[in-house]
């Protein structure tokens, strides 16, 4: 049983570029949420999605989008990158009807922006 | 805005001693608890989960939850040198999604 994957593993992008990260959910899980981890933090939540559509969003600008397909994947994207993007991006995933709110997550992609 | 605060240490202790990690949330609303344990570049590895008050343990690891005091704490017995790595305490909000905590850094000492 195939856990969350996630890929890249790593990304190497310039200023100004836009990068699409990709994210496939735990087997029988339909809820994705993505996460921002810089050096140094803990993760930080950008969004959840279910049903193809957002249902929560952290404080992140709309430079940074999603999308999820109906096999229940998803995708990350970020427009005009910033240096201050660097950071390895966590993707998660779960059950909308988990009464504990468990989440999977997955081994992360690295993205530098130089 | 839902706060997570953890003692961003770094925190040593020698191998076989207790180590103490704690963690207190804002959102009164907080449902579940979880500790993750991460190594430098790596993915966070659930290592305890807990959403009544009281003790839960589990092996060498003993999460402590008191809801009333919005703190959660994670205590690891008969630490060894590969406990050495990041601590990260998540709560969940009303949608589930995850707010996490800086994280304390743990060392132990062979």
């Known amino acids: 049983d195939a856990g969350v994957t996630q890929s890249p593993t790593h990304l190497i992008k310039t200023r100004g570029q836009q990068v699409t990260l990709r994210c496939s959910p735990k087997?029988?899980?339909?809820?994705v949420s993505w996460y921002q981890q810089a050096l140094g933090q803990g993760p930080q939540f950008i969004f959840q999605y279910y049903e193809e559509e957002e249902r929560q969003r952290g404080n992140f600008p709309d430079r940074f989008s999603g999308h999820q397909f109906p096999n229940y994947s998803s995708e990350l994207n970020v427009n005009a990158l910033l240096l201050g993007d660097s950071a390895l991006y966590l993707c998660?995933?779960?059950?909308?009807?988990?009464?504990?709110?468990?989440?999977?997550f997955g081994p992360g992609t690295r993205l530098t922006v130089l | 805005q839902k706060e997570v605060e953890q003692n961003s240490g770094p925190l040593s202790v020698p191998e076989g001693a207790i180590a103490s990690l704690n963690c207190t949330y804002s959102d009164r609303g907080s449902q579940s608890f979880f500790w993750y344990r991460q190594y430098s570049g790596k993915s966070p590895e659930l290592i305890m989960f807990i959403y009544s008050n009281g003790d839960k343990e589990d092996g060498r690891f003993t999460a402590q939850l008191n809801k009333a005091s919005q703190y959660v704490s994670l205590l690891i017995r008969d630490s060894q040198p590969s406990d050495s790595a990041t601590y990260l305490c998540?709560?969940?909000?009303?949608?589930?999604?995850?707010?996490f905590g800086t994280g304390t850094s743990l060392t132990v000492i062979p």
């Open positions: 998540a709560v969940t909000g009303t949608g589930n999604q995850f707010y």
């Open positions: 087997s029988g899980h339909d809820t």
């Open positions: 998660a995933s779960s059950l909308v009807r988990s009464p504990t709110g468990w989440q999977d």
